[in-house]
C-alpha cells in the first residue's frame, strides 16, 4: 500500500458532523492517490440537529458511530490513533469540526480543542507530518497549533479569518479551487463549502489538497 493517510471525522453531516461530501471526496481522492486510508474519530456524545429545519433535535448520538457511517464502518477511535501510525492526516469540514473537535462554533477565539484533537494535531507536526484541514476546519487546527502560527485560508469571510488570526494564523483568502500550503509548517486548507455554491465546485479544491498532502508525505 501507499502513504498511511488519516481521516480524521467528526460526526455525520454538515449541521452536527462531518461534512459528508467532503469527507467522501477527500476518500474518493485518497483512494485514486493510492493512500491506505485511516478513518478516526472521538468517541463522545453530541447534541443532534435536524438537517431539515437546523434545529436541535434534543437528542445526542455518537461521533463515532455517526462517522462509521461515512467510513462504511472501518473506522478506529481517535484514542487509539498515534501519530506514528500515519504518514499524514486530512480533517474535513462541517460543523462538527468546529462543535465536536473543538467548541469554535459557540466560544469563537475562547475555543477549547478536545484533547485527542490537540494531542494527534500537536504531534503531527512535531514529527514533521502533512495535515491538511478543509472548510471550516481550519478554525479547530490553528486554536490547537495557533503558537506555530499556521498558514491557512477558510475563503474569504472576513469575520471568521479575523477569528483565525486573532488566535495565532494567517489567514489568506482563496477561491474554491484553491488551496493554501504553509510549506513551513507543512498545513494544506482549502476552502470548500465555506464558499461552495456545489459539489464540483468544492471537489477541485479538495482533490488539490488531497494530492498536495500525498506529495508531502
Given at each position: 500500500m501507499g502513504k498511511k493517510v488519516g481521516v480524521l471525522l467528526s460526526g455525520c453531516g454538515v449541521f452536527d458532523g462531518a461534512e459528508i461530501h467532503e469527507s467522501v471526496l477527500t476518500l474518493l481522492n485518497l483512494d485514486k492517490a493510492g493512500a491506505e486510508i485511516v478513518c478516526m474519530a472521538p468517541d463522545m456524545e453530541f447534541p443532534v440537529v435536524n438537517h431539515i429545519t437546523q434545529e436541535a433535535t434534543g437528542e445526542k448520538r455518537n461521533i463515532l458511530l455517526e462517522s462509521a457511517r461515512i467510513a462504511r464502518g472501518e473506522i478506529k477511535n481517535l484514542k487509539d490513533v498515534q501519530a506514528s501510525d500515519l504518514d499524514a492526516l486530512i480533517m474535513p469540514g462541517g460543523m462538527g469540526a468546529a462543535k465536536n473537535l473543538s467548541?469554535?462554533?459557540?466560544?469563537?477565539?475562547?475555543?477549547?480543542?478536545?484533547?485527542?484533537?490537540?494531542?494527534?494535531?500537536?504531534?503531527?507536526?512535531?514529527?514533521?507530518?502533512?495535515?491538511?484541514?478543509?472548510c471550516i476546519a481550519p478554525a479547530t487546527l490553528t486554536k490547537a497549533l495557533g503558537d506555530k502560527n499556521p498558514e491557512v485560508t477558510i475563503g474569504n469571510d472576513m469575520n471568521t479569518a479575523s477569528a483565525l488570526e486573532s488566535m495565532g494564523a494567517r489567514h489568506f483568502n482563496c477561491n474554491v479551487d484553491m488551496v493554501h500550503v504553509d510549506e513551513k509548517n507543512k498545513i494544506v486548507t482549502t476552502p470548500a463549502y465555506m464558499l461552495g455554491p456545489g459539489i464540483k465546485d468544492i471537489a477541485a479544491g479538495i482533490e488539490k489538497l488531497v494530492n498536495k498532502i500525498v506529495s508531502m508525505a
Open positions: 467548541d469554535f462554533a459557540d466560544k469563537g477565539t475562547d475555543a477549547v480543542v478536545l484533547p485527542e484533537v490537540q494531542r494527534i494535531l500537536q504531534d503531527m507536526l512535531s514529527a514533521g507530518k502533512p495535515v491538511g484541514a478543509i
